[in-house]
């Protein structure tokens, strides 16, 4: 029996608890300075001060780029400004702010975007993953779907905003992702498929032998027909960046909220 001690009444048991308390300790430290990679130091929502960091703060990861774009580190540039155009409710931490300008433009809440990359998102082999469908990989619309080119884009007022131009598609995922809007000022601006609504005759429309005389246009209630002049534009025609993505998507998915004051309201 005393075969089992080590050293005294030092035993194999209790170097096996030893260790594994250890072992867990480690790993707790590990695990919270593993989550405090990204968004750390923390700092105060008010002044925006640099809280002091903790034991538990990490080194900041590097990320491999594809396609040789080099290197990410997060946060390796300035930190976000937080001097947003936009009041607290109340005084209070957490409290929801209020926007003071334009919510769209200024991206607030819903309308809120990151600052991506300026380069297009690409696919696996280097080319660029959307563009419009005259440049993409033999990509074409299915002959008993609407062509949509050509069709009118009515707003969220009901007003005719314009015709839809062109379409953009994913090379990768082989799907519409915008539509080419030119408005009645003769500006072309990209509307995110997601928040078109195509309305005229379908597939089974086109197969029943009845004439239907349903009119072919396309709706977006994202924004109102003056909101369009006011969506980000592109800076290179034919192109897209992941920061003008983000800027787009935003723009559209915060008019949910705030196209009309009405929508800003509660519904109770």
Known sequence: MNAAYIVGNFDVAEL??????GFF????FYLNKESRREGYPLEEEEDGKILP?????GEKKTFQLPHGRGTYVPEDVARDDVNVPAVQSFRA????????GDAMVDGMGPAAWANRAKYPDLTFDGRPRIVPIAQSHELVIAPNDPQLVGFPVVAADGVTVGKVSDI??????????YLEVETNSGKKVLAPMMVAVVHGNGLIDALLPITSDKPEYVEIDAITAAQFDAVP?????GTITRYEEDRIQAYF????????????EAWI
């Open 16 to 21: 096996a608890f030893l260790l594994f308390f």
């Open 25 to 28: 300790v480690a790993l707790v």
């Open 53 to 57: 960091g903790s034991l538990f703060d």
């Open 93 to 100: 931490a957490g409290a929801p702010f209020v926007p003071t």
């Open 168 to 177: 953009w598609v994913d090379q990768a995922e082989h799907m519409i992702r």
């Open 233 to 237: 534009a592109l800076e290179t025609a």
């Open 253 to 264: 998915g915060g008019g949910y909220m705030y196209a009309t004051p009405e929508r800003s």
